[in-house]
């Protein structure tokens, strides 16, 4: 069975930065793209960012130049920078993982971390 694990959120206002991680464990094969999402009340879930497995990274047009999202292929851990941070940020904010394990690829999303950016 495989877990991710988030942390990193709070409430931090308007510019100001917070770091999300998520950590993945369990019989872990290999881990190819990781992402992060985001989704408010009554919104559908969009994406943030992504990273594949050779570190190449898209973003949002919304984050783009304010988040940067990294890996830590040995702690099966992706994160999250998010700098200039404004309101519109706020979200609750899922890990996604394509995650390869003895029985086949699979999909897992993290348990989301609120992130609220206010004054």
């Known amino acids: 069975q495989v877990q991710l694990v988030e942390s990193g959120g709070g409430l931090v206002q308007p510019g100001g930065s917070l770091r999300l991680s998520c950590a993945a464990s369990?019989?872990?094969?290999?881990?190819?793209?990781m992402g992060w999402y985001r989704q408010v009340p009554g919104k559908q879930r969009e994406l943030v960012a992504t990273?594949?497995?050779?570190?190449?990274?898209n973003y949002a047009d919304s984050v783009k130049g304010r988040f940067t999202i990294t890996r830590d292929n040995a702690k099966n851990t992706v994160y999250l920078q998010m700098n200039s941070l404004k309101p519109e940020d706020t979200a609750v904010y899922y890990c996604?993982?394509?995650?390869?394990?003895?029985?086949?690829?699979?999909?897992?999303w993290g348990q989301g971390t609120q992130v609220t950016v206010s004054s």
């Open positions: 990273i594949s497995s050779d570190g190449s990274t």
């Open positions: 369990g019989n872990i094969f290999s881990i190819n793209r």
């Open positions: 996604n993982t394509n995650v390869r394990v003895a029985s086949g690829i699979y999909i897992y």
